[in-house]
């Protein structure tokens, strides 16, 4: 398969999952569980590593609005145009970073993770503040590190499993085309 095809197979593959895990994890009774596991990030992390930084700010940028569009969440204004920049520089960061690094998952997954954070508050700052509320740095710190720990984690843990299942399957062993 071509990698320009394959690549955007895979990217539709992760926005679906994308829209799917929050759905899943809603089962789960703790109140603001998409905050605390961060089901939308996975898709877009594993596919800027996979597909490259363009397809990876596709994903992110999709997303959020695709979400909101069919489910009606996150809630478009503000959460939902922050985490379009949030997982947008996820997508980036990560295809950037795994390619310069030359396939380091963890580099690129950390740094992404801290660019990507550092985006949404200053997208948080500035939509927050129009909307007329306040978001200063202990509402950063809380959810960009604290209540988003558990998430981090299970990032940290599950993706580079992920990525490493599909670069041992044969349509990923091909060089990624960027």
Known sequence: MNNVI??????SLCIAIGLLLPQFIKIIP???IGAVLLPMHIPVLICGILCGW???VICGATLPILAYVLTGMPPIFPIGISMMFELATYGLLTGL???????KIYISLIGAMIGGRLVMGIANT????????AFGWMAFISSAFITALPGIIIQLIIIPVIIMALQRN???KQATQY
């Open 6 to 11: 394959r690549n955007i197979v895979f990217t």
């Open 170 to 172: 044969l349509v990923w």
């Open 126 to 133: 500035i939509l927050f503040n129009f909307a007329g509320n």
């Open 97 to 103: 970073l795994y390619e310069l690094t030359k396939g």
């Open 30 to 32: 703790v109140m603001n």
């Open 54 to 56: 363009r397809f990876g």
